[in-house]
């Protein structure tokens, strides 16, 4: 029996690197006057007192999405006291290839601007199709103890990384809201007129509540498996229209809203929003294996959900369109015990994302010398460690 | 300093779209500059615009007979009314050199929040057209090249529903045409092909 011939048909695939931020340059942002990094595409440390700027270059990074980044700050807001209007350079390689990202506010205009190579951006999808951020920072201890509009926003920017266009559509839905508000508060009640912007807001609607029903069904399948020592986390999306498409179909729930806004207008002239629509779902969270909710969960607890879903957020990324985020991980360490974080500090590793982690004393990730890229934060200046 | 004439027109130059003080300034140099082959030249075409140009009665474009040579060509094919936002929107669509019918200049796109309701806009005069066409019993079809924009999906969705009892055809641009995007950035390849491909929803 002749011997098999080497199998030279099967192809070697060229696996590309993770999507990393492999430059970043800074200028009037924050506490930083001109401050350049430069990193690769595994984990980085940063490490420094507080104040010393370090969350301040995760909001950087966070940027590089759409939207107003991980502390929601007004654009004037992050200018450098005393600097000009801020700007970010960003060199990022993205499946293999490089993508040169600039943005900044925009001193004319009340908003901040985007370029790819140099050409303004299309919409708001095309920077989150060149690469998805997600953070997770200490002001989201409260996300379970706050109302609804937190989490709904934290569940948008999840659904951003996974559908690009999520951003747009919601964005047109929530400007719909505001037109359909003033057209009832002014009386001009022009039966098409109104007719046609809920008809417009209606398709929004349903795509919003789509998208999200399969950013949570997705994440909910890769929660099962759970991560390291995580916590494993069931997610359930509360709301009225995403209930809809349990029931029927796109089209049915679009002519279904329709049909309600149209009885809800005088109600909801009076109160300014309307009692139907996306803008009133929740998202709960709750421990798969005892059901116990997150908001019942301590703090340290509710963290570890946190992480868990932020990571199976990257995964979903990476089965959809192929590429892993980009993970803002902001104080995530300090209120792990040490195993814990040695075990984070594993799963990261094994996740194979680009991750930023903070922290003020660089011990906290003592398990990933050698293996991480430690970077020391002082006053807006940044020196490297070894 | 410069001279009262020439802030006046640096006031006036800086108010046009695109231009800010600064480029104002330069343009009003570069202007005078060159008096007998910009400058001159340039008041002339001004005036002449200003004495001969005026908007079309029946669809809004701008042209220096009243009713426009689109409306007054006989080749046209008037069973088709092309709904564009502005004026350059018309330009685009006839430089792609694929749409032979005839048009409709809105005038910009429903906004509540910019106050701009359907009495701003030319939408009683599209009305009167397709009661028209009922009347001589002609079978309309009318195209909506508005941007894909938020404002410009509710105008299309607005218009759809008022034309609905002329019993006249609407269709829209094929999708394809980038979010944000207005018809007049679009390269003529993808008008025609948005065109041909142009969608029936009522
Ligand atoms: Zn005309």
Redesign the interface.
């Known amino acids: 029996m002749a011997a098999p011939a080497p199998s030279a048909a099967v192809p070697i695939v060229a696996v590309p690197p993770p999507t990393a931020v492999t430059g970043l340059a800074l200028k009037d942002f924050r506490n930083y006057g001109r401050a350049h990094i430069e990193a690769g595409p595994g984990l980085v440390v940063l490490y420094g007192p507080n104040g010393s700027g370090k969350t301040n270059l995760l909001e950087a990074l966070s940027l590089l999405a759409p939207g107003r980044g991980l502390r929601r700050a007004a654009l004037a807001e992050i200018d450098r006291d005393g600097g000009a209007p801020w700007r970010l350079e960003a060199v990022v390689d993205a499946n293999g290839e490089r993508v040169e990202v600039e943005t900044g506010r925009d001193p004319?205009a009340e908003r901040r601007f985007v370029r790819l190579f140099g050409e303004p951006a299309?919409?708001q999808?095309a920077l989150a199709r060149t690469l998805g951020v997600v953070w997770l920072v200490p002001s989201m201890d409260r996300l379970f103890q706050e109302g609804a509009a937190a989490r709904r926003r934290f569940l948008d920017r999840l659904a951003l990384a996974v559908f690009p266009?999520h951003a747009?559509t919601a964005g047109?839905y929530e400007?719909?809201l505001?037109?359909?508000a003033?057209?009832l508060r002014t009386g001009?009640r022009?039966p098409?007129?109104l007719?046609?912007?809920e008809?417009?807001m209606a398709?929004n609607a349903v795509a919003v509540a789509a998208a999200r029903r399969e950013l949570v069904n997705g994440l909910n399948r890769l929660l099962l498996d759970g991560f390291g020592a995580l916590p494993r986390v069931v997610l359930t999306l509360e709301g009225e229209v995403e209930a809809m498409l349990d029931a029927m179909s796109a089209l049915d729930a679009e002519g279904a809203i329709r049909d309600r806004w149209r009885w809800l207008r005088d109600a909801d002239a009076v109160t300014g929003g309307s009692g139907l629509g996306v803008h009133r779902s929740d998202l709960v969270v709750a421990d798969a294996v005892s059901g116990e909710l997150a908001a019942r969960c301590s703090t340290g607890r509710q963290k570890a959900m946190l992480l868990a879903v932020t990571l199976a957020e990257a995964r979903l990324r990476q089965a959809r369109l192929g590429d892993l985020p980009i993970l803002l991980l902001d104080e995530v360490a300090a209120h792990l015990d040490g195993e814990r974080r040695e075990r984070l500090c594993a799963t990261l590793v094994d996740l194979g994302a680009q991750a930023w982690l903070t922290g003020t004393d660089p011990e906290l990730f003592a398990a990933l010398h050698g293996r991480a890229r430690f970077l020391a934060v002082e006053e807006g200046r940044l020196h490297e460690h070894d | 300093m410069a001279s009262i004439e020439i802030e006046r027109l640096v006031r006036f130059l800086g108010r046009l779209p695109g231009l800010?003080p600064r480029s104002a300034q330069r343009v009003a140099l570069a202007l005078m500059k060159r008096p007998d082959t910009l400058l001159r030249p340039l008041a002339d075409a001004l005036t002449l615009c200003a004495d001969r140009v005026r908007t079309c009665g029946v669809c809004g474009n701008l042209d220096a007979v009243d009713p426009c040579a689109v409306c007054r060509d006989p080749e046209r094919d008037r069973g088709t009314i092309c709904v564009v936002q502005e004026v350059d929107d018309l330009w685009a669509l006839e430089r792609s050199g694929t749409y032979r019918g005839l048009y409709h200049v809105l005038g910009g796109t429903?906004?509540?929040?910019d106050g701009r309701?359907?009495e701003e806009l030319r939408i009683a005069g599209l009305l009167a057209r397709a009661e028209a066409a009922k009347a001589e019993g002609v079978a309309l079809e009318v195209v909506l090249a508005l941007g894909v924009t938020?404002e410009g999906?509710?105008?299309?969705?607005?218009l759809?529903?008022?034309l609905t009892p002329f019993g006249c055809a609407v269709s829209r641009l094929a999708q394809g045409v980038?979010?944000?995007?207005e018809m007049n950035y679009l390269d003529e390849g993808t008008i025609e092909a948005a065109l041909r491909a142009r969608q029936r929803i009522v």
């Open positions: 004319d299309r919409g999808g266009d747009t047109a400007k719909g505001r037109e359909r003033v057209l001009r022009d098409a007129w007719g046609a912007l008809r417009r398709e | 800010g429903l906004s509540a929040l309701g359907p938020v999906q509710t105008t299309g969705h607005y759809a529903e008022r980038p979010v944000g995007g």
